[in-house]
Structures are given as C-alpha cells and as structure tokens.
T-cell receptor, first 115, second 112 residues
Framework: ELKVEQNPLFLSMQEGKNYTIYCNYSTTSDRLYWYRQDPGKSLESLFVLLSNGAVKQEGRLMASLDTKARLSTLHITAAVHDLSATYFCAVDRRYSGGGADGLTFGKGTHLIIQP | NAGVTQTPKFQVLKTGQSMTLQCAQDMNHEYMSWYRQDPGMGLRLIHYSVGAGITDQGEVPNGYNVSRSTTEDFPLRLLSAAPSQTSVYFC???????????FGPGTRLTVT
C-alpha cells in the first residue's frame, strides 16, 4: 500500500526565515505533485515533478524530487505572510494501462507565517 | 474554460437520505475522480473514471456510487447518507493518467 508522509504537519515561522517541508513516499514513483490549499478553498497546483532530480522554482518556493530516496522537499525562502496555507504533496497511485488511477496525498503541512 | 465545476457548494442531509453531487469539466479530460477531505487526513480517493462508461473504486468507495455517461460529467451518488460521510468532496480531472490533476471548488456536506 502506498503511503505518503509529510513532516512537519504544523509549522509556525517568522517572516524572513527559510524552512523546508519534507515528503516521503513508500513505493517507486517518478512523479510527485505539490498543492497549496487556503482555508475553505480548493487545491491549487504548485509544482509537478516528473523525473529524478527535477527541481522547480516559483517565487519563494522551490521543490525537488529524489526518486531513489523517495523524497521530495518544498523549500521556502525568506517567508512572507501570504505563504501561510496548507501544503500537500501527492504521488500517483497504482498504474494500470495508460497511467495512474488517482493520487495518494500526504496529510498536509499547515504553515503559519507570522509577521 | 470554466475548468472543473461542482454543485452544490454546501449541503445538509439527514441520515438515510440520498443525493447526488454534480461534477463537470470542459477540458475534454479522460480521467476524472472524486476525493473526500477530512480534517488531518489529507484527501482520499473515492472513485475514479478513465473514460466514458468506465469507472472503478478508489481507496474509500463504500456508500458511494458513480457513473460516467459522458466525458464531461461524473456525478457522485450517496445512497443512504451517514454521519461518517460528513466531509468536503472534491472532484478532479486530468487529461491522461500521467498528468497534472485539476480540482473543482468542492462541496461541503454535513450529515446529521
């Protein structure tokens, strides 16, 4: 059974600081997804990581994927209050035929950035 | 494009009632799926479809039915609502089984 574990689950940090969220998964996969969710809202796609060694950056967020270690990281640089949200990583579930049947999600990292 | 749309946004049901959550997408995506989100649990896959006429179970299918008669629509039916089905339900679609998933705005369901 595929398991996806994120840590930490809760993170309170100050503006201007750097921090990393970790996402470990239990089976081989070369695709990993990061989403952001604001309270009461839907999920917004942040990054799609499609191969080992993939690195993507958008503003103060950078995501990377190490498929051999089954690990992805989401790094926050010089955090600002607007980045406060819940961040989820997800991995494709079982493959059959043309692709996966859906995503298995981590439990999410609730991030609070204080001024 | 409207993307993925869901109705209703909010719903309150009594135990034992049935209802259908609607989901539609206008991106001509083959893959569609339903997830539920509970506090501290992330999202869990209920049912999915790889094309019109083809559906299958996900991780937590009990108490739910789906059908896919067109590419655009993928309704989720609660047969006899139970308090354990109180949750936020998200519909999602993706062009193939390998690409990014796009999520609808969600339906917040309360069963009393």
């Amino acid at each position: 059974e595929l398991k996806v574990e994120q840590n930490p689950l809760f993170l309170s940090m100050q503006e201007g600081k750097n921090y990393t969220i970790y996402c470990n998964y239990s089976t081989t996969s070369d695709r990993l997804y990061w989403y952001r969710q604001d309270p009461g809202k839907s999920l917004e796609s942040l990054f799609v990581l499609l191969s080992n060694g993939a690195v993507k950056q958008e503003g103060r967020l950078m995501a990377s994927l190490d498929t051999k270690a089954r690990l992805s990281t989401l790094h926050i640089t010089a955090a600002v209050h607007d980045l406060s949200a819940t961040y989820f990583c997800a991995v494709d579930r079982r493959y059959s035929g043309g692709g996966a049947d859906g995503l298995t999600f981590g439990k999410g990292t609730h991030l609070i950035i204080q001024p | 494009n409207a993307g993925v749309t869901q109705t209703p946004k909010f719903q309150v049901l009594k135990t034992g009632q049935s209802m259908t959550l609607q989901c539609a997408q206008d991106m001509n995506h083959e893959y569609m799926s339903w997830y539920r989100q509970d506090p501290g649990m992330g999202l869990r896959l209920i049912h999915y479809s790889v094309g019109a006429g083809i559906t299958d179970q996900g991780e937590v299918p009990n108490g739910y039915n789906v059908s896919r008669s067109t590419t655009e629509d993928f309704p989720l039916r609660l047969l006899s609502a139970a308090p354990s089905q109180t949750s936020v339900y998200f519909c999602a679609s993706r062009r193939t089984g390998k690409g990014e998933q796009y999520f609808g705005p969600g339906t917040r369901l309360t069963v009393t």
